[in-house]
């Protein structure tokens, strides 16, 4: 079965850096295209990126756009958001998802990042 | 890219339907078939419940549905059970190569 284990969250400064990598399983991960999605405390699912099987065409939400990177290795089946310049208003669940015909249809259980001083 | 707007609650008792609307522009939700719905209960991660507008994933009860008229998607829960209390959000691919997510409905089995 298909399996998403985000890892990489914690408590980080403001203006510092994380990497969150999410470890895929259970499907061809060099053929399906995957995104970020983030939940800060209480409040709704915002989308982040997106990064194409390719690993070459990649989008940004306005949010993240020039802080973020989104990568992945097909090698290793594994997914990767770097996060730089990173704000308090960045705290929030990191989740790692699948993509299928435009919709988010595997979650992983999400990491924590608290960005906080 | 603003967020899609949906109620922030809902209700019904069991066995009856509720109806929840998810509203955008022409430049997502009336652009595109690519509207999706997720169930979520607190502290888990969302699951996956309509895409393509009015396709159910494989273990999806036909109880949920969707549909879209214009700027506007909705999603139907008939026949309301009590596992049904959850937030639902709606999503849409929104041109310009991103996706927006609408606020999010409580919806509650009274």
């Known amino acids: 079965q298909v399996q998403l284990v985000e890892s990489g969250g914690g408590l980080v400064q403001p203006g510092g850096a994380l990497r969150l990598s999410c470890a895929a399983s259970g499907f061809t991960f060099n053929r399906n295209n995957m995104h970020w999605v983030r939940q800060a405390p209480g409040k709704g699912l915002e989308w982040l990126a997106f990064i194409g099987w390719d690993t070459t065409t990649k989008h940004y939400g306005e949010s993240v756009k020039g802080r973020f990177i989104i990568s992945r290795d097909n090698s290793k089946n594994t997914l990767d958001l770097h996060m730089n310049s990173l704000r308090i208003e960045d705290t929030a669940v990191y989740y790692c998802?699948?993509?299928?015909?435009?919709?988010?249809?595997?979650w992983g259980r999400g990491t924590l990042v608290t960005v906080s001083s | 890219q603003s967020a899609l707007t949906q109620p922030p609650s809902a209700s019904g008792s069991p066995g009856q339907s509720v109806t929840i609307s998810c509203t955008g522009t022409s430049s997502d939700v009336g652009g595109y078939n690519h509207v999706s719905w997720y169930q979520q209960y607190p502290g888990k991660a969302p699951k996956f419940m309509i895409y393509?507008?009015?396709k159910r994933p494989s273990g999806v009860p036909d109880r949920f549905s969707g549909s879209k008229s214009g700027n506007t998607a909705s999603l139907t829960v008939s026949g309301l059970q009590a596992e049904d209390e959850a937030d639902y959000y709606c999503s849409s691919y929104g041109g310009s190569d991103n996706w927006v997510f609408g606020g999010g409905t409580k919806l509650t089995v009274l």
């Open positions: 393509e507008v009015t």
């Open positions: 998802v699948k993509d299928l015909d435009w919709g988010f249809d595997y």
